[in-house]
């Protein structure tokens, strides 16, 4: 027989045992659609970025430097993937995105990027290692970023394939300005290579001495949405601005993005004008930008089907009023915005489209959550 303290333990393990997947919450009556949500999973240490495997599990990072594995029920794994090279969380730092080489099924590369540490500094770099069960083998490290400091700040740090061969690293300024301007500086800049990070031949700086050849587009202060858009396959960004002028931009090769001679936004606390305004010849202008900021992190194209009022939509995270974002577009232009969730899950760091064709969120936070929405049929 069992004692009332027995049957009492024996409840709290299989609570802690069973995946943390949440029933349905509320349903939202969206513009052009309704929808709720589930938790997936709980109890993630500020995730950073989500990927899909093949085989119906998803890998998430945690900025504090754990590689952790979901498989398809919402069962967290407590064992974290081993492997990873030496990370270092300080500040916006830690492990950051994540992304499936192309033919993955094929060679098992998996590419992240991170805070490197070097003698007291550190920087985004980006490595990869072929993931077999719990580990990541034949490691190397494809891109290090010069110069390294000590700033907390501005990691950038998103990697997109372009499906052409060529993999986008994103990067920010680390908080300080006038490195988005220096050719000589990968800070602030996109950066494009090869899968195994040799540097294109056709690359904008590849033949300036004066300039780092990895170099895709410059000017740029902290890009944490990468994606490509489902029509054209051309890459579209999206950067944090300061107090106002967070920017969505579709970077082109060579070109000048003008952080900080302009911006649409402003200094902290004090608003007093940054650079020379919003406008310079040279400079490109961003095709949309929010002032107040949002502090946009993570973006998608929604190609599926099951949110069938939602096709060839651009999602983007909102950490700051902790909302889901969507913009409908006409081509370049973004004609409608719609903002949703407000509140409802907290910080929300990522956007991904799974292969069920379902929209999953990551929320930053001590006690981080895996998110996917759902359809609700019309009344």
Known sequence: MAYPAQILFALIAALLLSPAV??????????????????????????????????GKMLVSERGGRLRLIDSDGNLDPRPIEG???????GQGGLLDLALHPKFTENRWLYFSYAEPENGAYGSAVARGRLKGHNLDQ????????????????????????GQGYLFITLGDRGDRPRAQDLN?????????????????????????DAKPEIYSYGHRNIQGAALHPRTNRLWTHEHGPQGGDEINIPEPGVNHGWPVIT??????????IGEGTHKTGMAQPIYHWTPSIAPSGMTFYTGDRFKNWKDNLFVGSLKFQQLVRLELDGKTVKHEERMLTGELGRIRDVRQGSDGLLYLLTDED????????PQPDH
Do not use: C
């Open 22 to 55: 949440a029933a349905p919450g509320s349903v939202f009556q969206t513009e052009k659609q309704r929808v709720t949500y589930e938790v997936v999973t709980q109890g993630l240490s500020h995730p950073w970025a989500l990927a899909f495997l093949p085989n």
């Open 84 to 90: 990873l090279p030496p990370i270092r969380q300080q």
């Open 139 to 162: 490691l190397e490290v494809i891109f290090r970023m010069e110069r390294k400091t000590d700033s907390q700040r501005h990691f950038g740090s998103r990697l997109t394939f372009d």
């Open 185 to 209: 500086d990968h800070a602030g800049s996109l950066i494009r290579l090869h899968d195994d990070g040799r540097i294109p031949d056709d690359n904008p700086f590849v033949d300036r001495r």
């Open 264 to 273: 649409y936004g402003v200094n902290y606390f004090i608003g007093t004008k």
């Open 367 to 374: 006690q981080g959550k895996l998110v996917r929405l759902l």
